[in-house]
């Protein structure tokens, strides 16, 4: 870990116009930054303490909906009577990430912004352009069994870790950033990035930025939905696969509204609305799921270790949709997939 300078903001604004200069990082929770400064991946030369700022409160939005502060802890937001009731789903992907230890810890804000657990990213003896740019994509040609099967670009194959970030695009969250040029509202389906010719930028944040919040709309998928992980082993991995349901069934029982979002297979949580605008008046069965999947999943390219995660996908999709439709969601503390 290479030396660095220490400051701590004394409100947002303090944090912004600290944050706006070269090489420097906020620290929050520490779960990942820490990790990548101990691993040299990531070298500030000053960081940025907010973590007393204003920003650990979960409040009621006009019209339903949910302000989850930036500093708010992952197990606090999980468990949070309005956010368990009103966004089971969101609680669901949470708690079917990390450890308690490590939930207790990272923060609404910081799991927005973790980094990669892309292999090559971790090792500096290797090509990564998102650590260096220019200097090639490691994976290509080499170990791919965790790398994107969707929205590659030939200059990087990195997934998105977050279970949060599947929920949160399929419930069409929205972030609050405060920067240099004032405060602004994302959506979530525009605040991550894929590749393309700039993998090392991982969202539309730019230097001086803060995430202050995450907007949750009013929304009625406390019933039907689902967060569904695929992994390689039954807790503390990162997904595979993962795919979260958010559906509203109508009177007749026929589909109303879905939506479907995918973990594990992209640069970003991955989406495809007109997928879901099929699916619209569509009664719920195997059938119509497994086409959906198909469409979700038919520009998926494997590179050979991940060939596997374009089938897995499919199924993995089709199995949710099921399980929210049925109301019979994943359990995240009996793992087995029902």
Not at 95 to 123: I, V
Not at 239 to 259: C, K, P, Y
Request: proline residues 5%; hydrophobic residues 40%.
């Amino acid at each position: 870990m290479i030396r660095f300078d220490y400051a701590r903001a004394s409100d947002v604004a303090d944090a912004v116009r600290r944050g706006s200069g070269a090489a420097t990082r906020f620290l929050a929770g520490g779960t990942n930054l820490v990790d990548l400064m101990k691993e040299n991946v990531e070298r500030p030369e000053h960081l940025v303490d907010i973590g007393r700022l204003p920003l650990a409160r979960i409040e009621e939005l006009d019209g339903g909906g949910l302000r989850l502060g930036a500093l708010v802890t992952n197990n606090q937001t999980a468990y949070d009577p309005r956010v368990a009731a009103r966004y089971p789903l969101l609680a669901s992907a949470i708690l079917a990430g990390a450890s308690p230890q490590l939930r207790n810890a990272a923060t609404n804000g910081g799991n927005l912004n973790q980094r990669t657990r892309c292999y090559y990213f971790y090792d500096t003896a290797t090509a990564c352009n998102k650590r260096e740019p220019g200097s090639g994509c490691g994976a290509i040609g080499g170990v791919t069994r965790i790398h994107a099967i969707l929205g590659t670009s030939e200059h990087c194959i990195a997934t998105h870790p977050s279970d949060m970030c599947v929920a949160l695009a399929a419930l069409e969250a929205q972030v609050r950033i405060s920067g240099p040029n004032g405060e602004r509202v994302v959506p979530f389906a525009d605040y991550h990035r894929l590749p393309g010719d700039e993998p090392w930028r991982d969202n539309t944040l730019v230097a001086g930025d803060l995430v202050t919040a995450i907007d949750l709309p009013p929304g009625d998928f406390g019933r039907h939905y689902t967060y569904l992980k695929l992994r390689d082993r039954l807790s503390y991995a990162f997904a595979l696969v993962s795919v979260a349901v958010a559906m509203r069934l109508g009177a007749d029982g026929a589909i109303e509204i879905v939506r479907i979002a995918l973990g594990g297979v992209a640069h970003k949580p991955w989406r495809l609305p007109e997928v879901e605008g099929s699916l619209q008046g569509e009664r719920p069965s195997r059938p119509a799921f497994s086409a959906a999947a198909g469409r979700l999943t038919a520009d998926a390219v494997g590179r050979g270790g991940n060939d596997f995660k374009i089938e897995l996908a499919r199924r993995a999709v089709t199995r949710a949709l099921q399980q929210a439709a049925d109301g019979t969601p994943q359990s995240q503390s009996d793992k087995r997939v029902a």
